[in-house]
């Protein structure tokens, strides 16, 4: 027999009305159970579905479940896990007990006004994300992050939400790119390809753009993994091509230039292709950066290049600061964004240029020089470009 706190639970879930409800008060310490779960709506790309989200102590996990099937998932976790529950609702807020005999007491009270978590404001966090959750992605699904019905698997919510700010982040200099021609893209240390396949979803699948894109990387286990997928998925237009960024002459031109976690001067190497190529997009995280590391003195920057690490951390940024500078006296816009979050890793800068059309002035050349010469430095990225300089510095 219903008893009359599940079908509470029943008609207002049915009702469209809940807008969260908080199950705590573990039953069992010793159980599996998440201590408290939260469910809320979320408006996904293929409707609107429940969405339970399992705080552990050290993680939380989300699943996506439809209306129709969410009320007697919140009923089995109340019998079998939970001693209490708040629903909060528009017209007010039920609050469920049980007794040590599990006897169920559900008390009315006023609704508490704006929840945070309604429906419309999830619906504008899940919309802000190019892949939604409850949207399968077949890449996703492939590479091991999404499964068949568009859940993000607990232990890949970080890569989840990198590739996601980094679809933002090429999303928002679309419009910097050729709109008359097919694009090429080349992605220089590839590695195993997640974000090459999610460009290439978001370009050719959801946006029915001409394009092609090379991932290029020097480990050719990977190259033909990734390979094998591009095919499996019949991404027609992305190959796969083992090789050294350095070495590379297969083009004349590309549109856009990603490359991400290339070591050291690799990342120079990049750059330099790009520029020359004429890319109007380039996208660039540096990795293990040693070069500067070896080279930079000052006197009065000696409490800083006296301790290993400090020393270590200020020459990434000034190598940084120093492609940037470069960049734009090649007359790139450039921007220094936060790509993930820095307790998931310290590759977390993203160099972002975009080709503005002008020619860089000298003021931002001897701008360089001064920088250069105060930290006694003397970049690759400097000498790769070296034939460039006399038109762009004025000089």
């Known amino acids: 027999m219903t008893e009359e706190w599940q079908q509470s639970i029943q008609k207002i879930v049915e009702a469209g009305e809940l807008l969260q409800g908080t ?13 408290k779960t939260v469910v809320r709506p979320v408006q996904l790309k293929n409707g609107l579905h429940l969405q339970f989200e399992y705080h552990y ?53 006023p609704p508490t006004g704006t929840v945070k978590a309604s429906a419309e404001l999830q619906h504008n ?15 996703l699904v492939e590479l091991g992050i999404m499964s068949k019905d568009g859940a993000v698997h607990a232990k890949k919510q970080d890569k989840y939400r990198q590739i996601n700010r980094f679809l933002e982040m090429v999303t928002d200099v679309l419009p910097s790119l050729p709109a008359d021609k097919p694009l090429t893209i080349v992605d220089f240390g590839c590695g195993k390809s997640y974000l090459t396949f999610a460009l290439y979803h978001l370009l050719a699948v959801e946006q029915k753009r001409e394009i092609s894109i090379i991932g290029l990387d020097l480990k050719a286990d990977v190259i033909a993994f990734c390979q094998e997928l591009a095919d499996r998925l019949h991404y027609d237009k992305l190959k796969f091509l083992v090789g050294d960024i350095a070495d590379y002459e297969e083009l004349n031109e590309a549109d856009m230039v990603v490359t991400l976690h290339a070591c050291d001067t ?12 004429g890319a109007s997009v380039i996208m660039s995280v540096p990795c293990c950066q040693h070069e500067l590391f070896r080279q930079v003195e000052s006197d009065a920057l000696s ?28 007359g790139y816009k450039v921007q220094m964004l936060e790509f993930v979050d820095p307790e998931h890793t310290p590759k977390n800068l993203l160099i972002r240029a975009v080709r503005s059309g002008q020619k860089g002035s000298a003021e931002k050349w001897e701008q360089y020089e001064r920088f250069r010469s105060f930290l006694h430095i003397s970049p690759s990225l400097e000498h790769m470009l070296a034939d460039l300089w006399p038109t762009y510095s004025g000089k």
């Open 57 to 109: 102590s050290n993680k939380v996990t989300h699943d996506n479940v439809k209306p129709e099937l969410a009320g007697a998932r919140i009923v089995e976790l109340l019998e079998g896990d939970y001693k209490q529950a708040l629903f909060k609702t528009p017209t007010e807020d039920l609050q469920l007990l049980f007794s040590k005999k599990g006897k169920a007491t559900i008390l009315s009270k």
């Open 125 to 139: 966090r899940q919309k802000n994300r190019i892949l939604a959750e409850g949207t399968a992605a077949p890449f």
């Open 303 to 330: 409490p800083i290049l006296s301790q290993g690490l400090l020393k270590e951390r200020f020459s990434a940024l000034a190598t940084d600061a120093a492609r940037g500078t470069l960049l734009e006296v090649l």
């Open 266 to 277: 690799a990342t120079d190497a990049a750059l330099a292709k790009a520029v020359k190529w």
């Open 23 to 35: 199950l705590s008060q573990l039953r069992r310490k010793d159980g599996a159970a998440a201590p």
